[in-house]
């Protein structure tokens, strides 16, 4: 079983739409939790840390269910520019290093 | 600020040739990370380096893959003999270290494609 599992989509959605997605883990001792996103040809960059008790930031929402080992990513109001791939990560036993899962791609059409 | 600077941004070689990787990580940040990217396995960590001294190297592939990191501003990812199955995207890394909660901060990569 690999340790982050997501859906690798593709999502095709519509401007304006909301979006989930989601995310489970395997290692229950993992801490911090955060989701990256990655445009074509291009490197991955943070979007969010994700926090125990969920958080926001203007568009985007992340939740956490430790019982389940579940993360989750919402996406409201689409627009093409949330066009990508995201990725959950999750850290590791091993000092700071992190768990990629292999990403969720996104395509939001006009 | 200067993020994670990679060089060189695209490398093609022809198999059996050395190939080396550079990296020098944001400023201040103790913690360095080499990873790989493909389609199949998606992004894979190789080896972590704390303080220069490298912690994980689990997933370094084999004896063909070595790293090192002489100094808090410098990193190399060397491969020889390259083999076309080496062929990938290869990413560096850094975090201030000191805490699991804090992001890591990625170079532009380098785009390896052997022949």
């Known amino acids: 079983r690999k340790e982050v599992e997501q859906d690798p989509g593709p999502f095709n959605v519509p401007e304006g739409a909301t979006v989930a997605f989601n995310c489970t883990y395997s290692n229950s001792a993992s801490q911090s939790f955060f989701w990256y996103r990655q445009d074509c040809r291009k490197e991955p960059k943070l979007l969010m840390s994700?926090?125990?008790s969920g958080n926001e930031d203007g568009r985007f929402t992340a939740q956490l269910n430790r019982a389940s080992q579940y993360i989750s990513l919402l996406i409201r109001d689409s627009k093409l520019s949330d066009s990508a791939t995201y990725l959950c990560v999750v850290n590791t036993n091993s000092g700071y290093a992190l768990n990629f899962g292999k990403g969720t791609s996104l395509l939001v059409t006009p | 600020d200067a993020g994670v600077i990679q060089s060189p941004r695209h490398e093609v070689t022809e198999m059996g040739q050395e190939v080396t990787l550079r990296c020098k990580p944001i400023s201040g940040h103790n913690s360095l990370f080499w990873y790989r990217q493909t389609m199949m396995r998606g992004l894979e960590l190789l080896i972590y380096f704390n303080n220069n001294v490298p912690i994980d190297d689990s997933g370094m592939p084999e004896d063909r893959f070595s790293a090192k990191m002489p100094n808090a501003s410098f990193s190399t990812l060397k491969i020889q003999p390259s083999e076309p199955r080496d062929s990938a995207v290869y990413f560096c890394?850094?975090?201030?270290?000191?805490?699991?909660?804090?992001?890591?901060?990625f170079g532009d990569g380098t785009r390896l494609s052997i022949l």
């Open positions: 994700v926090y125990s």
């Open positions: 890394a850094s975090t201030p270290g000191g805490s699991i909660y804090q992001p890591q901060h």
